[in-house]
């Protein structure tokens, strides 16, 4: 079915009409309260009254080195808001972020798309602009935007530039795991080392392989929530200012047509989105993201769809991990509209986005990063989902960043009761290079937040033989700049008592991508007595944030949201 009505066509409200009129137009105590206050900031009537207020949401803070220039590109935010009328104001958000945050930044996600949705839900806001990129708070600012229903831009932080080391190329996270290995296996001097850390992340952005920063930032792209383009700009470029001073622009006029995420999110945008995503290469964590957003928008988006879709969508970026070049080099072939213009036939680009109708698309410069259809960098798409015994209700594996010797597989399972439990046995237990690795107790109430443990480390001693990639299953998620035969977001996780909770050592286990299985052979009888004996964990929080967590979080295959966080309430306070 073919969207026909165009947002160019959305009424334009009168400013009586604008939601922050309530605040500040109408004759009562309570809006002269608001424009006294508004004065005691410093700005007269005629700077604000009747003109859309933007807010500016931004998860800047020195502790999010992928964010740093956020603080400075607000004003470039703020200069477009002011050309096309609006009025500007900054709201800091929680700047979750992947490098400094313990357990997990995934255990914050739900909290910045809730204070997202209340900041904008209890404040005179008309629009928002959502700045971010690194990994978690892409979705978490959209999930807030789509649940409280307003008029939104996402200004995406950009990725940083390639890393460099005497003249190599460095990807983040990648290149990190990499020389990690090698310097376990003894081939990296310590002044090797110092070097790589000084150059592996030398300047502001997000990490610039196709991780889950890059793969996230493409869907808001590809979902029409970005101007077109906008992803995969490199943060510090000159572009990436007039990027951010345009959406100011655009979020002005967002307002003024009430264009609200309901009015572009429909179950056409996901599913674009989702095909993107496999096209890219893009991260497992996209898998997560995306039905939890796509839950929000009362969109049903499941595993199988990736699984369905993922037969038919070649790989064609090639971007680290699955691939060789870097997001600047993406960029320079032609970034997210360049995707779409190969996988044009597979899309429903005719559909709304923030920037007008129609999502952009334009030919690639470069067949090398954005691979032609008949010259994919892998025929199918990068992800699967597997089920069986072991996962009922499903695991996901990113096969083209696998060896392919491994993707049918059987072997003995080496079992760890978490992360730390891994780290202090792994360089001792009697594995071989046909062992599999399970690592239960680490999904999103037993990580708790299902941190990014699911690439296991080979064991020192498999390492100086050579071997680089084994079979490891876990109810954990990885890193989107990871890679190996992972089997993740295992469903039901083992502390909810998952068949995970039930492996031991040595019992066989059989990886089969082909047929999408993956199975524990162990007869059932043998199970049911094993689960008889299994006793469920204590939850990992006492009170706060963590208790809430705990028991709210859905599992992995519904998008680990809170479950009382689905769906939308709409803009308005629910008390006035
Ligand atoms: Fe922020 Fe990778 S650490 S995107
Ligand atoms: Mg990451």
């Given at each position: ?143 807030g935007a789509i649940s409280a229903d307003l008029p939104s831009i996402f200004v995406p932080c950009g990725p940083m530039l390639p890393g460099d080391w005497r003249g190599r190329r460095l990807g983040s996270g990648s290149d990190m795991w990499k020389y ?241 439990d891994l780290l202090a046995r792994i360089d001792d237990v009697p594995a071989t290079p046909g062992s599999v690795l399970v690592l239960r107790g680490a999904g999103p109430k037993g990580g708790p937040g299902m941190p990014e443990h699911g690439m296991l480390p080979i064991p020192d001693r498999l390492l100086k033989q050579g071997v680089r990639d084994m079979v490891r ?104």
């Amino acid at each position: 079915m073919i969207y026909q009505r165009s947002v160019d066509t959305f009424e334009q409200m009168r400013p009586e009409e604008l939601r922050s009129h309530r605040w500040y137009g109408t004759d009562s105590l309570r809006s002269f309260s608001h424009r006294a206050r508004t004065r005691q900031l410093g700005l007269s009537a005629e700077e604000h009254l009747g003109k859309p207020v933007i807010g500016i949401l931004n998860t800047w803070s020195e502790l999010n080195p992928c964010h740093i220039h956020l603080r400075e590109r607000a004003e470039d935010v703020r200069r477009g808001v002011w050309q096309a009328g609006g009025h500007p104001v900054e709201l800091p958000v929680m700047a979750v972020g992947e490098t400094f945050q313990k357990p997990t930044a995934m255990l914050y996600r739900n909290l910045l798309a809730m204070e997202t949705e209340e900041v904008l839900r209890s404040y005179p806001v008309d629009a928002a602009v959502l700045m971010g990129g690194c990994d978690k708070t892409t979705p978490a600012l959209l999930m807030g935007a789509i649940s409280a229903d307003l008029p939104s831009i996402f200004v995406p932080c950009g990725p940083m530039l390639p890393g460099d080391w005497r003249g190599r190329r460095l990807g983040s996270g990648s290149d990190m795991w990499k020389y990690w290995a090698d310097r376990r296996a003894g081939l990296v001097t310590d002044e090797e080392w110092r070097e790589i850390e000084e150059g592996i992340a030398r300047s502001p952005g997000h990490c610039m392989t196709m991780g889950t920063a890059s793969t996230m930032t493409s869907v808001a792209e590809v979902l029409g929530m970005t101007v077109p383009g906008a992803a995969s700009i490199p943060a510090v470029l000159s572009a990436h200012n007039r990027m951010a001073a345009e959406s100011g622009r655009t979020a002005v006029r967002l307002a003024w047509e009430d264009v609200r995420p309901s009015r572009l999110l429909d179950e056409r945008a996901y599913r674009d989105a989702l095909t993107a995503v496999l096209a890219l290469g893009g991260s497992t964590n996209a898998v997560i993201h995306l039905i939890a957003m796509a839950r929000r928008s009362g969109v049903a988006l499941t595993l199988d769809d990736f699984d369905e879709a993922s037969r038919r969508v070649p790989v064609l970026a090639d971007v680290r991990p699955t691939g060789a070049f870097l997001m600047e080099d993406f960029h320079r072939a032609g970034g997210v509209p360049a995707l779409l213009h190969r996988v044009a036939d597979l899309l429903h680009l005719d559909r709304p986005t923030v920037a007008g109708h129609g999502v952009a698309t334009r030919e690639p410069y470069d067949d090398t990063v954005i691979r032609r259809r008949d010259d994919p960098l892998s025929p199918e798409g990068g992800l699967a989902v597997l089920r069986g015994n072991l996962a009922p209700d499903g695991a996901v594996i990113k096969h083209a960043a696998a060896e392919p010797r491994l993707l049918r597989h059987t072997g003995p399972a080496i079992v760890f009761d978490g992360h730390r439990d891994l780290l202090a046995r792994i360089d001792d237990v009697p594995a071989t290079p046909g062992s599999v690795l399970v690592l239960r107790g680490a999904g999103p109430k037993g990580g708790p937040g299902m941190p990014e443990h699911g690439m296991l480390p080979i064991p020192d001693r498999l390492l100086k033989q050579g071997v680089r990639d084994m079979v490891r299953i876990s109810d954990a998620r990885m890193s989107g700049t990871s890679y190996g035969a992972c089997v993740l977001h295992v469903a039901p996780e083992s502390h909810v008592g998952g068949p995970l909770a039930l492996v031991r050592d040595g019992d066989p286990i059989t990886l089969d991508v082909g047929a999408r299985r993956l199975t524990l052979e162990v007869s059932d009888e043998e199970l049911d007595r094993r689960r008889r004996g299994w006793t469920p964990p204590p939850p990992h929080h006492r009170r706060g944030y963590g208790a809430l967590f705990d028991a709210h979080i859905l599992q992995a295959d519904q998008g680990c949201d809170f479950d009382f966080l689905e769906g939308a309430g709409g803009p308005e306070p629910e008390v006035d």
